[in-house]
């Protein structure tokens, strides 16, 4: 294998306006009968890039664009015929699922209707509720957690237990005296997560996550005040807030399905009516 000159594309660059011509078809190199040509590596550097880099990073990929062809050529010349077929048709068969796969693609983008009302979440919700047991336990909580030498501990407990719109202002407020908190109770969340965050509940779950229960507990980093809103057991059916993600995207997967069922009908009946397909009958 008879390496490639650097110096001819050296002189290539000499003129720093190389890239600008707009010259067709000028090959730049050859390995047998496959040529690369000039606007092959048009765009593959940029007017800032300086003329070292401009040429390093165009020799590399001469050469190994040249590797690539003489490995393509010796493929073929020892892989048997039978087998280069079965690549020749995978080849084809990927390049028509790339097409189609585009083309279907870009009609869906255009066309697929995205908006999901709430009367249709509800529809399929209540259609299919016992499809949507939870595998885990959900809960709605919110909590605090304090330093041990926080002042106003009593006032902090009331407010969170009482959480009436004053009291959320006020723990808002307050929060930036907090080591870490969560005073939203609408979001459900896993058991598991709840016990990452404050892992001082896995020694007394059973008995802390139970519906309206409130907790104070401490340990050796701080004070940990818990009120539990609501708790969904194994096995119950999730709520509408909780599955409403997944629902949505069933929702859109089945629009998608039905658009490209409905393209694919069409294409073929048009074809037909435009005589760009038709069967032929054995005689």
Known sequence: MHKISPF??????????????????????????????KEDIDGLVFES?????????????????????LLIDQSVKNIPQDQQDKFNKLVDEYKIDLYTE?????IVTRQLDSLI?????????ELNKENFKL???????????????????????????????????????????FKAF???????IKNDVLLD???????????????????QLQD????????????????????????????EQIILNKRKQELLKKLEKDITIDAIKNKNFELFKDK
């Not at 011509?21 to 730049?28: G, R």
């Not at 890039?49 to 690539?68: G, M, P, R, Y």
């Not at 004070?223 to 539990?228: A, G, R, S, W």
Request: overall charge positive.
């Open 102 to 106: 585009a083309y279907k693609s870009s």
């Open 49 to 69: 890039t300086s003329k070292e880099d401009s040429i390093l990073i165009v020799n590399n990929f001469i050469t190994k664009w040249a590797t690539q062809q």
């Open 197 to 215: 965050a404050l892992p001082i509940l896995q020694s007394s779950s059973q008995q802390v996550l139970k519906k309206s229960n409130f907790t």
């Open 182 to 188: 969560n005073l939203n109770d609408s979001i459900w």
């Open 117 to 125: 009302s709430v009367k249709e979440l509800e529809y399929f919700y």
């Open 8 to 37: 001819l594309f050296i002189f290539l660059f000499i003129s720093c306006d190389y890239f600008k011509q707009d010259v067709q078809s000028v090959p730049i190199a050859r390995v047998n009968d496959t040529y690369l040509y």
């Open 135 to 177: 595998n885990d336990e959900l809960l709605k909580i919110r909590y605090i957690t304090l330093p041990l030498d926080f002042t106003n501990l009593s006032e902090v407990k009331n407010k969170l237990q009482r959480f009436n719109t004053k009291d959320k202002i006020d723990l808002y407020n307050l929060s930036i005296k």
């Open 220 to 247: 050796s980093l701080g004070v940990y005040l818990v009120k539990i809103e609501e708790v969904l057991k194994t096995n119950d059916i999730a709520p509408l807030s909780y599955v409403k993600p997944t629902i």
